[in-house]
């Protein structure tokens, strides 16, 4: 590796001369056409970069470790080529207690055996392709085959349900989705092929397509074609479902491998949609050239993973952590990845994160401070952490909520007590930006951690914390994080074709800047604080929901006049959507089963992932004079916390009623909850 370069001038360079900063970073990945221009400051809706180079993802993350060196120097250091045998991808599953290793040569072998067999099925560069699977080996190859056609990926998350499923397939308009037999979850399986085939029915897209399975073990065979096999479980209107279904195998059979096609660096990667205020998931588009630069450069400068060295991310690729640390970044650098299917505890126990590091000897870890705060809550002690040799981490890295204190003071002193030289280092990102804004820059230089905080603005990331007439706070003042313009190579170039919902999303509430729709402030020492969302999107165990997604499913309810969906601070997954209903009037229903009734309602359109943690039944909503829902007041109710009268409130008369209701409601709960606990304690007991 390179001399370490200092922080502050590499940050300050970035924004000072951003075309030489990244003109240098791109030097890590090969092109097909060099880039001679870096920065196309008058691209629209924003800014591209690399706009004259071309290259392929699945090149640069797969063939040229493969290749064989011809320089006398050996496979030392950054050298390219040279990795046919190292293991690339490391599959190990908790759920059936078995792992796979794949080098990269036999990546690259599947990957392009699996792109010619789907350029045989007529996939072409810019078809979309959604992917709706389980965490095995065969999503990530699906991945790396559409990259190398220049095919346009779009993952979903296994844990949505037909309704999501189906809103993305009807915004994307694949040509092909590809899923699995079936997915595990502890105690429950989850068979995908009738899923597809009720999101097939629900959209409203009506282009042919193909859909392509691969048969676990365990799970029903399907039989091809499959719509017979799989109509039983589908709603009498399937007749319009508009599909032919393959076997993942079967479709494999005598494929040519396929070559990396050559691709603009503007080209679309792939589209990740993520949920916004309303319950319209927003199709974030990621270009091939920017994606790969700013991963290469983040895992040198930021993780500090090596060609070589072995990183574990725990997270799911149906999420932009997946995407980006356990798919492309580890891959594009030359390291090794694992893929693990299972839970943080009970899959087996809260020991299954530091067998992994033991047995693969991981480098670099990255995980979500609720999945932490579950082993805390298992395992207080670490006492099964530290039955695994943890002596090969460097760092630990989190995101996808704030890693509080609390958790932080014990990954430091319990769980890595013996291991001082392993910082925890919590990092702030997004879907949106696909790699961290902020973050302690490990591999340029390792600064003092302060708990609680995501450390500096990460090189190409101008931050600011505006209040609401757009003037930047003083230190320690809460306000709106917002970017400066241009936003650094890897970050979204539009919402998939919505180029005006981007612009109205992101650009225009503080022109010249993007709105990160976080808030917190600056310290004295330029430190930053996330605090949460200013938004209504709702981070629960590190997956963000949308309140007005849940209300939609929610106001199908046949006797609910309206609702409002609010995130209340929770111990363990940091936050809980709790749902608060007007009944129609003159309707009565008892308030257990109205519960009941709502939560599988969310979880049949949303996914078991929004469950609910409680539904309450009010009498009113605060609204404004022109009727819009004062969630923060309510957000503030239900959590307790003190709260001012908003001026522009219509009937502010009826807030003690609905605080009384609120508060009643949260103390019936929490009896509930002992209760409950209690119970769980004496039957462990006796
Ligand atoms: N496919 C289908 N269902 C899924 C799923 C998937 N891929 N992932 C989760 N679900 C389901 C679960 O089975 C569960 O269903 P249930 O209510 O019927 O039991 C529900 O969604 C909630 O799952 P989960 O959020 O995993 O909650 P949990 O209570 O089972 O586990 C934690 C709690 C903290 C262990 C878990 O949330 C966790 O590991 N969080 C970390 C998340 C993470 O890494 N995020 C990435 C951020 S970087
Ligand atoms: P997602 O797009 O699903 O990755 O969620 C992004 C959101 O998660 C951010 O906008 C933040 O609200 C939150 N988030 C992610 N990482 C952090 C972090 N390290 N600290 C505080 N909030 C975070």
């Known amino acids: 590796m390179n001399a370490k370069q200092e922080y502050r001038p590499a940050y300050q360079l970035s924004l000072v001369d951003p075309s030489e900063f990244w003109r240098t970073a791109a030097e890590s990945i090969s092109w097909d056409v060099s880039p001679t221009q ?49 293991p690339a991808l490391i599959y190990d599953s908790a ?34 392709v959604v992917i709706y699977m389980p965490m095995i080996p065969e999503a990530v190859i699906a991945m790396l085959a559409c990259a190398r056609i220049g095919a346009v990926h779009s993952v979903v998350f296994g844990g949505f349900a ?40 629900l959209a409203q897209t009506t282009a042919p397509r193909t859909v392509l399975v691969k048969q676990r073990e365990g799970f029903p065979t399907i039989r091809f074609p499959a719509e017979q096999a799989a109509t039983e479980h589908l709603p009498a209107s399937s007749e319009s479902v508009v ?17 990396p096609v050559s691709l603009a660096a503007t080209d679309p990667l792939y589209i990740l949609y993520t949920s916004g205020t309303t319950g319209k998931p927003k199709g974030v588009v990621r270009d091939n050239g920017g994606h790969a630069v700013a991963l290469a450069w983040s895992m040198r400068n930021i993780y500090e993973v090596a060609p070589g060295q072995t990183m574990l991310t725990t997270s799911d690729i149906g999420w932009v952590v997946g995407h980006s640390y356990i798919v492309y970044a580890p891959l594009l650098v030359g390291a090794t990845t694992i893929l693990y299917e299972g839970k943080p505890i009970g899959t087996p126990d809260a020991g299954t994160f530091w067998r992994l590091v033991d047995e693969y000897k991981v480098d ?46 014990w990954s430091v002193e319990t769980l890595l007590a013996e291991h001082p030289d392993c910082p925890v280092v919590d990092h702030w990102w997004q879907t949106e930006t696909g790699w961290p804004i902020c973050a302690n820059p490990l591999g340029l230089q390792r600064l003092p951690i302060k708990a609680g905080s995501a450390s500096v603005p990460v090189p190409g990331y101008r931050l600011r914390v505006l209040d609401s007439e757009g003037n930047a706070v003083a230190p320690n003042t809460e306000g709106n ?66 309140a007005g997604g849940i209300e939609a499913a929610i106001a199908g309810h046949p006797l609910v006049a309206e609702t409002a969906v609010v995130g209340i ?60 829902i004062l969630r923060r007041t309510m957000r503030q109710i239900a959590a307790g916390d003190s709260y001012e009268v908003p001026p522009t409130i219509d009937d502010a008369a009826m807030l003690p009623t609905l605080e009384k209701q609120i508060r009643d409601a949260v103390t019936l709960m929490e009896d509930k909850e002992r209760i409950a606990a209690a119970d769980a304690e004496a039957d462990a007991t006796s």
């Open 38 to 86: 870096i920065l196309d400051t008058a691209a629209r809706p924003t800014a591209r970069w690399f706009p004259d180079a071309r290259l392929n993802t699945s090149y640069n993350a797969l063939d040229r470790h493969v290749r064989e060196i011809t320089t006398p120097e050996g496979t030392s250091g950054d050298q390219e080529g040279g990795r046919a045998e190292q």
């Open 569 to 628: 601070p929770d111990e363990l997954k940091g936050q809980r959507p709790i749902g608060y209903v007007v009944l129609k009037a003159g309707v009565d229903i008892e308030a257990e089963r109205l519960r009941a009734e709502v939560i599988e309602r969310v979880r049949d359109r949303v996914g078991a992932i929004a469950t609910l943690y409680d539904v309450v039944a009010v009498t009113a909503l605060p609204k404004t004079r022109s009727g819009k």
């Open 243 to 259: 599909a032919r279904w393959l076997d993942w195998d079967e479709a494999q059979v005598g494929a040519e491998p396929a070559e």
């Open 481 to 546: 994080i917002v970017i400066g313009l241009p936003l650094p190579p890897g970050t979204l170039t539009t919402l998939w074709r919505d180029d005006a919902r981007y612009e109205r999303s992101y650009l225009s509430a503080y022109p010249g800047h993007y709105l990160t729709g976080d808030s917190g402030y600056f310290d004295e020492d330029g430190y930053l604080y996330v605090l949460g969302r200013s938004d209504d999107v709702i981070n629960m165990a590190g997956h963000r929901l949308s």
């Open 162 to 201: 037909a309704h999501e499923l189906a809103a993305r397939i009807d915004d994307a308009e694949p040509v092909l989705i590809i899923t699995a037999s079936g997915g595990l979850e502890p105690g429950r399986r989850v068979e995908y092929p009738p899923i597809v085939l009720a999101a097939l029915d």
């Open 95 to 128: 759920m059936t207690g078995s792992r796979r290793i794949y080098t990269y040569r036999e990546l690259l072998d599947e990957v392009a055996r699996f792109a010619g067999s789907m350029v045989r099925l007529g996939v072409k560069t810019g078809d979309r």
């Open 364 to 409: 670099v870890m990255f995980t979500a401070p609720t999945a932490l705060r579950a082993i805390r809550r298992a395992d207080p002690d670490a006492a099964l952490a530290h039955r695994h040799d943890l002596s090969s981490l460097r760092a630990l890295f989190c995101a996808g909520e704030r890693l509080d204190p609390a958790t932080y003071e």
